[in-house]
């Protein structure tokens, strides 16, 4: 399946959930209120990321076996052009709220999308925009009860821009792009060769002009510390017009990967093909030139999603996976430098995953497992804890269950959690997973 097709039928069933709700207040309201539902309305914007596990619509089942850096990225890139985008289309200087929910969720996805909310919102607030992230809380669901939903502001304390590089340091630095390479992440750096070659000359003439910016070349020292998204930021709300022939080139030259190919392709180079399921298996990514084409693939990645939220052109034929496995195969014939780049710190990577394998492994005593058959899908509620160790963890609640297959063995995969998370269990920079604690 095309992961544009799964992301088209899940949005459709959200929006035409959305819709039902919003007829329902326009006739319990009598139209005293329809303007203010009309406009409210008209303002939500729905994004799908892909997650783990199992997700049915209609007759057609799809199973995600994403990696958290995947996941981690799409949140992230979601999130960053959507609020890119209304800032573009309202004004700079509004306040913004971002209401990120994260009682609810698939295994790690709720600590992994507030890590990667927490970085838009960081990057944002250091580029000077008004926003704020509130985090919610919301009860689990019970038929004909209300839903008790409380938020409260998460405090984000950006950290001080380094300074731009001068003189010879900038020269020494400038020089790493005479190749060319293109330098838009921590530690992140590929060549642009073997990718349309006929386009070499175009791109060297843009990175020229690079260098004979020194605020254009400041943003990309930025993003040695920052990540490639504040880069990209800076890169484009300043210099989208006196060099907007860079992107150009860029963007004819390298950044046309729809969302659908950068994931095949990804399936195609860990060489995991499995019929009907978008595959990204974390542990084929252990080899270094994995983990660089890997970073490459990001980069890409969030050029397509961060000119989408600017709502610029995309060239409709896109690019070929037999292109994409040129630009692999010659990728990989360059390497010469050790870097191992991570969306997330190396620290938080490891915690992730450990708590990821935690819950797969139900070494944490406060879960609940039973079995239930593929054919007899059953709700599931906070009834089914442990009532009497509840307390030991607050109001934390974990819900979770195995699907037995034909053959008696288990899939870890095909599982549901229900995770509530508190504001007082949430810090900056600290998560609680089960039963233990770990700072990043």
């Keep these: 399946f095309k992961w544009s097709d799964i992301e088209s039928n899940v949005e459709s069933y959200i929006w035409s959930s959305i819709k ?23 303002k939500i914007n729905v994004s799908v990321c892909p ?19 995947l996941y981690a990225l799409c949140v992230f890139l979601s999130v960053l052009s959507k609020v890119l985008e209304a800032y573009h289309n309202i004004g700079e200087y509004i306040n913004m709220n971002i209401y990120l929910d994260v009682s609810h969720g698939i295994n790690y996805t709720p600590a992994t999308a507030l890590l990667a909310v927490q970085r838009v919102v960081e990057i944002l607030k250091i580029r000077g925009y008004n926003v704020v992230l509130k985090l919610a809380s919301s009860s689990p669901f019970k038929e004909n009860v209300e839903l008790e939903i409380t938020t409260t502001d998460l405090d984000i304390t950006t ?26 992440g921590k530690n992140v750096r590929f060549e642009l060769r073997g990718f349309q070659r006929e386009k070499l000359g175009e791109i060297q003439s843009a990175l020229e002009k690079c260098y004979s910016n020194p605020d254009l070349f400041k943003a990309m020292w930025y993003s040695l510390y920052y990540g490639f998204g504040l880069a990209l930021i800076h890169l484009i709300e300043e210099f989208k017009d006196v060099c907007s022939d860079i992107w150009s080139n860029l963007l004819k030259s390298v950044v046309e990967v729809y969302h659908e190919v950068l994931l095949r392709g990804l399936r195609l180079i860990s060489a995991n093909s499995v019929n009907g399921n978008i595959v990204i298996n974390t542990s084929r990514f252990l080899s270094d030139k994995i983990r660089y084409f890997y970073d490459l693939m990001k980069v890409i990645a969030s050029f397509e999603r961060i000119y989408k939220g600017f709502k610029y052109s995309v ?20 390497i010469s430098f050790p870097a191992i780049s991570h969306f997330y710190s190396v620290e938080e990577s490891n915690i992730l995953r450990q708590a990821c394998i935690d819950f797969k492994s ?30 030991e963890f607050l109001e934390k609640t974990l819900v979770r269950y195995k699907v037995k297959t034909g053959n008696l063995q288990f899939n870890n995969r095909n599982f549901i ?16 997973f089960s039963n233990f604690t770990r700072s990043l």
Aim: some cysteine; aromatic content about 8%; proline content about 4%.
């Design 20 to 42: 039902e709700l919003f007829e329902e207040f326009k006739e319990y309201n009598s139209g005293i209120n329809t303007e203010i539902i009309k406009d409210i309305e008209s």
């Design 51 to 69: 997650g783990l596990g199992v997700f049915k619509v209609g007759i057609n089942t799809f199973e995600f076996k994403s990696s958290l850096d």
């Design 159 to 184: 950290r001080q821009l380094p300074p731009p590089l001068e003189g010879e340091k900038l020269n020494d630095v400038s020089k790493l792009f005479s190749n060319p390479l293109l330098l838009l």
């Design 315 to 334: 060239i409709d034929s896109g690019v070929k996976l037999s292109d994409l496995r040129r630009l692999y195969d010659e990728f990989l014939s360059k």
């Design 362 to 391: 139900g070494k944490s005593g406060w879960i609940t497992m039973r079995e239930v058959k593929r054919d007899e899908p059953e709700k599931l509620n906070c009834q089914e804890i442990i009532e009497e160790r509840r307390g």
């Design 417 to 432: 959690a229900h995770l509530g998370i508190l504001r007082e269990n949430i810090e900056l920079k600290l998560l609680q």
